[in-house]
Each structure stands twice: as structure tokens, then as C-alpha cells.
């Protein structure tokens, strides 16, 4: 059973900065993919940053430049970093892994929340 733990979300005031950070009980290697998504209220989720196992990133096209995924492969970790926030960036955000099966497994953690006052 995979386990991914978020921590880092809070509250903020727009223009600041967030880290969040995901904790997988494996080594991330052994996922073909990791990646953040977000739930605002009443919207469904949405893909905010991905990275394969090889390094190719992918963004929401709305959140390039603002946002970057990362990962330490020692701690088996993956992070997103999260700048120039804005109220429309709040919601739930999710560290989601998808393994090397194929079909793809989809492991996801309970969530951490990130509120942006404007």
C-alpha cells in the first residue's frame, strides 16, 4: 500500500509564497509519474504539475512561470513551490503518483489546504 502524507499548506496573503511537500512511503522511482493536483470549491480537480520518472515537467498552462515541481529522490520526496499566489489558487491540493502498471494505478493523499486572502 502506498502511502503520501502533503504538508506545507496554509493560509497566505496574495503575492506570498507557499511550499508544499509530499512524502511517499517508496522510493519515487518506482512511480512512472508524480504530480500536484488542486480542488478549488465547487470545481473539479485539476492538474496543477507533473514529473516523470525521467524529469519532463508538464504545468497547467495558467500556472507556468508561478509555480515548480521538484523531487529529492533521497528522501523520496516530491515538492511544489508555489510564488506570486493568488485567491483563485486556493483549494485542496493533492500529491497524486501513478505507477508503472498498465494500466496506471493512481495513489493519491488526503490533501492540504492552501487559502489565498486577497
Known amino acids: 500500500q502506498v502511502q503520501l502524507v502533503e504538508s506545507g499548506g496554509g493560509l497566505v496573503q496574495a503575492g506570498g509564497s507557499l511550499r508544499l511537500s509530499c512524502a511517499a512511503s517508496r522510493s519515487i522511482f518506482s512511480f512512472n509519474a508524480m504530480g500536484w493536483y488542486r480542488q478549488a470549491p465547487g470545481k473539479q480537480r485539476e492538474l496543477v504539475a507533473r514529473i516523470t520518472i525521467g524529469g519532463t515537467q508538464n504545468y497547467a498552462d495558467s500556472l507556468k512561470g508561478r509555480f515548480t515541481i521538484s523531487r529529492d529522490i533521497t528522501k523520496n520526496a516530491l515538492f511544489l513551490q508555489m510564488n506570486s499566489l493568488k485567491p483563485e489558487d486556493t483549494g485542496v491540493y493533492y500529491c497524486?503518483?501513478?505507477?508503472?502498471?498498465?494500466?496506471?494505478?493512481?495513489?493519491w493523499g488526503q490533501g492540504t489546504q492552501v487559502t489565498v486572502s486577497s
Open positions: 497524486n503518483a501513478e505507477s508503472r502498471l498498465v494500466p496506471a494505478d493512481n495513489y
